[in-house]
């Protein structure tokens, strides 16, 4: 039997090759998590279309990081609004790229649109899966990720997208801002 992936992974990748230490990152239960992050985190939805409809425009990514380690890219990422640039998430994702189409694949490559989008856009037949809900300290990473100052407990996810053979296309840790508001 395989052994569970820790809660912060793939972010916690990052964090060790920067040999940085994760700040503290705990999983609650989803009737724990304080609204407005449990609409925007406890379901088995993508996160992409979750966040663009909560903040009524698109999102495209920022990335921060990224890796290819032979079939798996691994990136570090922001989820920023279109019109604003405001981040509205940050992670961590690793993906199996031998599981996506080529078309799938290259647009991943390109680094321009969230999984979400390419899942949609290139008709990936899967299933989200979270396995933990967190809460997280921000630390100076986060923090410059989000455009924050000062300490902070966010909300967050550790998810993972399926195939319909149950393969993993892709392990994500999904960090909200603080006290996500409308635009």
């Not at 992974?9 to 700040?23: N, S």
């Not at 990335?63 to 989820?79: G, N, P, T």
């Amino acid at each position: 039997m395989p052994t569970a992936l820790p809660i912060a992974y793939p972010l916690d990748d990052f964090y060790a090759q920067q040999g940085l230490v994760l700040p503290p990152i705990e999983a609650v239960e989803g009737k724990d998590v304080p609204e407005p992050y449990r609409s925007l985190l406890v379901h088995a939805d993508d996160m992409t279309p979750t966040l663009e409809k909560f903040h009524g425009d698109k999102i495209h990514i920022r990335v921060m990081r990224r890796q290819q380690r032979d079939d798996f890219y691994f990136r570090e990422v922001v989820l920023v609004v279109d019109a604003d640039e405001r981040p509205v998430e940050f992670g961590a994702i690793k993906m199996n790229l031998t599981l996506f189409s080529s078309a799938a694949r290259k647009l991943i490559l390109e680094e321009r649109e969230p999984l979400g989008h390419i899942l949609r856009d290139c008709a990936v037949a899967h299933a989200s899966r979270p396995k933990a809900y967190l809460r997280v300290e921000s630390d100076p990473l986060i923090n410059e990720a989000l455009k924050l100052t000062g300490k902070h407990t966010l909300y967050g996810r550790r998810n993972t997208h399926f195939d319909t053979q149950n393969r993993p296309l892709a392990e994500i840790v999904e960090i909200l801002p603080p006290e996500p508001a409308k635009i």
